[in-house]
């Protein structure tokens, strides 16, 4: 394949998209926020957008091909739900996708009400009024972690709009460390939507002809099951499906490679080897990553990649998939991290595979 001159880096636009999208809220099953966020932008660099009944949302390039192809990220975000209501109006929750009661205590909180957000926090007793030694060193979890919103009894909490199956999230913004690392909570995963994002936009502005049908696919409910991509899949039937989502960084602390794989912040995409991936898919995006000299890491799934990956490859009759995953620190907090380098050479990746399929259709799209 030829040498292109191609290249991305993310530029100022971008960036207001993107503190723009992380920003709003999208809990998993009410993503409706978000989503009108993402569909606002990317509607500029597709020739169609449908949506499903659930949400999740799609952008069409060359909708009237018979080959179509998916580019995938999940717009859900993990929360808490309003669980019970003490009669002194302290709210216990019950949790909406993979939420680590860990990291709750003292966090700052919003109740999503009909009658608007309803602010509370995350209490926990000081360490000096917890009698035993066992009460000073049980951890929190989801029996013991509690809402306060500043109200003496239920009544005023259900007058506030409070009630069982509210959704409660964290308020915490997007914020730029250090110029290379963007810091926020929900990169898992509206990172993979920027990125499918900013593809679409490459491909306008390089004014690239496709061959095929390009599905631009955010998706809804994947932190409670791969809920969306497995509608979508349905509705679609596409031939191929590359996803994209986070993966760990395991030189944080108390990570073992060993069992967690060597992958580090910085150093380029993950490529991802599993059962689900299908290896044709997946060697041609390591020969367009090689051709084009962009730095990729390689990870190991075993059994399941735990994305929608999964689902896209077990659908229908079976999709070739493919997972490129962005490496994360620090997942399933509110300061989830990720490296501006991978995110742009995650975005080149896609760009450059997409050019390679329309220029091998016959190596892709095996009927």
């Known amino acids: 394949m030829r040498m292109s001159n191609y290249s991305y880096s993310i530029n100022s636009d971008s960036i207001k998209f993107l503190e723009k999208y992380l920003n709003e809220f999208s809990p998993a099953g009410n993503e409706r926020e978000g989503q009108k966020i993402w569909i606002d932008y990317i509607s500029s660099y597709v020739e169609k957008i449908q949506t499903d009944l659930y949400g999740t949302a799609v952008g ?9 192809l998916i580019i995938e990220a999940h717009v859900d975000e993990i ?3 309003v669980n019970y209501i003490t009669k002194e109006g302290i709210i216990y929750v019950s949790s909406n996708g993979g939420s680590d009661p860990q990291i709750s205590p003292s966090k700052r909180v919003i109740i999503h009400t009909k009658k608007g957000f309803v602010h509370g926090v995350f209490g926990w007793p000081a360490i000096h009024t917890r009698k035993s030694s066992e009460e000073k060193s049980s951890p929190p979890n989801v029996d013991n972690i509690f809402v306060d919103i500043g109200v003496s009894n239920k009544t005023e909490a259900i007058q506030m709009g409070v009630h069982v199956g509210c959704m409660i999230t964290y308020p915490d913004k997007f914020l730029i460390m250090n110029n290379n690392y963007f810091v926020s909570r929900g990169l898992d995963n509206k990172i993979g939507g920027f990125i499918i994002a900013e ?17 631009i696919v955010n998706s809804v409910q994947e932190e409670v099951g791969l ?7 349905k509705t679609i039937e596409p031939n191929v499906a590359i996803v994209t989502d986070v993966t760990h960084d395991t030189y944080s602390p108390m990570i073992d490679k060993k069992t967690q794989g060597d992958v ?17 898919i997946r060697e041609f995006i390591i020969n367009i990553a090689n051709s084009k000299k962009i730095h990729f890491q390689r990870l190991v799934s075993s059994r399941y ?10 659908s229908n009759k079976g999709v070739s998939s493919a997972l490129i995953s962005i490496p994360l620190k620090y997942m399933h907090t509110t300061v989830e991290m990720v490296h501006k380098k991978d995110v742009e050479q ?22």
């Open 60 to 68: 069409i390039i060359n909708p009237g091909s018979p080959y179509k």
């Open 79 to 81: 929360s808490w739900y």
């Open 199 to 215: 593809v679409a936009k490459m491909l306008i502005e390089n004014r690239i002809d496709l061959k095929f049908g390009l599905y």
């Open 227 to 233: 809920k969306g991509a497995k509608m979508i899949s």
């Open 264 to 280: 580090k912040c910085g150093l380029g995409p993950v490529i991802v080897y599993g059962p689900s991936v299908h290896k044709n």
């Open 305 to 314: 990649t735990g994305t929608d990956t999964d689902a896209f490859a077990y």
């Open 346 to 367: 995650a975005i080149l990746l896609i760009f450059e595979t997409l050019q390679g399929v329309n220029q091998n259709e016959k190596l892709i799209f095996i009927d």
